[in-house]
């Protein structure tokens, strides 16, 4: 027997775990259960992919989620599209808390007692059966026939506290959702519509993986991977839009959500489909030169394999020098300054500049009387350290250069960084 949830009429009997939404713009509380609160994707992540949706032509009926946890992304899409919506959650409570918080999302936006709410429920049950739950929500409002699934969105449970999984962890799995699901769901005209919100610690070797299981059901369906970072260039979601949810020609993207709400997200399109390779420049090695331009770029976005798409749209520079790729600092050199006129593009950015000089100095706290003695000669005012160091050491050697600068009066911006396998400082000045 499915238990199936009314958002109009669910209650919080017996939730406990609630928590206000700290990226919503106005206060949204949401309820959680079974500790699901840090499964629960953010209000603002959710929404900025939902209207993402918006821009696509999905087959008609209803938008599915298999295993919706919290309900916030099914709740997000249901008001991005303003259509009505299914939530399938194996934990009773959650389903429950689900449902709940559709509830809230309608009144936070002022859209109560719709056509399409009144069609939406939560059902607690296996998420992998689509016999099982189109029949149950079928007979629960007696309908003669199943419902139309318009788009199917999975964002399926992983081991916490391991850096690495395999496909097989996720609850539940994705070909037994794809084989559970693949009767039901509506063909739009590239096929049917599936967003799957994976895991960004996946491999590129766990994403090719990924595509076969994919194959073996809607064999060469369109696909578009989405890369979502929230900043700090960190990867927060790595997701594979299939079918009517993927954008012809477009084989990757990079969706950069911006500290503000009510901004719109960044979006980067372009790259090569994934079996064409992981989408990482190749690194190459040269001297560095006084003059020569030094750019670190977001690595959230040279994980995406889209840096150099990006960076075609702010140099007309005919190729970039590609010194670092993997890690928190890739870094370019390339001889023409960046255009980065736009805030967007300024976020891609961490730092960007000219060698003014290079200097064999072993970067240590009792070393940092030299550097700063190099950085006075080039008028330097601030200067920051982009050189990897032991953690504990880098806030002394930055606090020292700091201490000393503030004393003198130079009036230029400047970093510092080094390239890999070569002690030599590059000496940057902002641009
Ligand atoms: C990562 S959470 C989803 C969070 C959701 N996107 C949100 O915004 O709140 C994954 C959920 O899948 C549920 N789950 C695991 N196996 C399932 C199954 N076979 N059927 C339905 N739900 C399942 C887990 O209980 C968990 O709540």
Redesign the pocket.
Same mark, same amino acid.
Do not use: H, K, M
């Given at each position: 027997m499915v238990e199936i949830f009314n958002p109009a009429t669910a209650g919080t009997e017996g939730l406990t775990e609630f928590a206000p939404d700290s990226t919503a713009a106005r206060k949204l509380i949401f309820y959680h259960a079974s500790e699901?609160k840090p499964?629960?994707?953010p209000w603002q992540v /959710?929404l900025a992919r939902s209207k993402l949706l918006t821009e696509l032509q999905l087959p008609d009926g209803y938008i599915l989620d298999?295993?919706?946890?919290?309900?916030?992304?099914l709740g997000a899409h249901m008001a991005m599209l303003q259509r009505p919506g299914i939530g399938?959650?194996?934990?009773t409570k959650?389903a429950q808390a689900s449902a709940v918080n559709l509830q809230s999302i309608v009144q936070h936006r002022n859209e109560v007692g719709t056509e399409r709410m009144e069609r939406t429920r939560i059902l607690a049950a296996?998420?992998?059966d689509g016999a099982v739950i189109c029949a149950a929500f079928a007979d629960a409002f007696s309908l003669d026939t199943f419902p139309k699934i318009a788009l199917l969105h999975l964002?399926? /449970?992983r081991p916490r506290n391991s850096r690495t999984h395999g496909l097989e962890e996720m609850?539940?799995r994705l070909d037994e959702v794809f084989k559970g699901w693949s009767p039901y769901l509506s063909d739009g005209v590239n096929g049917p519509a599936l967003l799957l919100?994976l895991s960004p610690r996946l491999t590129h070797e766990q994403r090719l993986e990924v595509e076969s299981l994919v194959d073996e059901v809607w064999k060469g369906i369109a696909r578009t991977w989405v890369w979502t970072s929230r900043g700090r260039g960190r990867v927060d979601r790595l997701a594979l839009w299939l079918g009517d949810a993927a954008t012809q020609g477009i084989a990757r993207r990079f969706v950069r959500i911006p500290p503000s709400i009510t901004d719109d997200a960044h979006v980067v399109s372009g790259g090569r489909h994934l079996q064409a390779g992981d989408g990482l420049p190749a690194v190459t090695r040269h001297p560095p030169r006084r003059g020569e331009r030094v750019s670190i770029l977001d690595a959230a976005l040279v994980e995406s394999g889209l840096a150099e798409d990006w960076l075609r749209t702010v140099s007309k520079e005919a190729a970039f020098s590609w010194r670092v790729v993997a890690g928190r600092r890739p870094q370019i050199h390339h001889a023409h300054p960046l255009r980065l006129g736009q805030p967007m593009d300024r976020m891609l950015v961490q730092a960007t500049g000219r060698i003014v000089a290079l200097a064999r100095i072993e970067l240590q706290v009792d070393t940092v009387d030299q550097l700063v003695e190099l950085a006075l000669e080039h008028d330097i005012g601030k200067l920051t350290v982009r050189v990897s160091m032991p953690p504990e050491v880098q806030p002394s050697v930055q606090g020292a250069i700091d201490r000393q600068l503030s004393r003198r009066h130079g009036r230029r911006d400047a970093f510092v960084v080094q390239q890999p396998d070569d002690e030599m400082l590059l000496l940057c000045i902002v641009e």
């Open positions: 699901g499964l629960a994707t /959710a298999c295993a919706c946890g919290s309900g916030i992304q399938v959650e194996l934990d959650r296996d998420g992998r964002d399926p /449970a609850a539940p919100d």
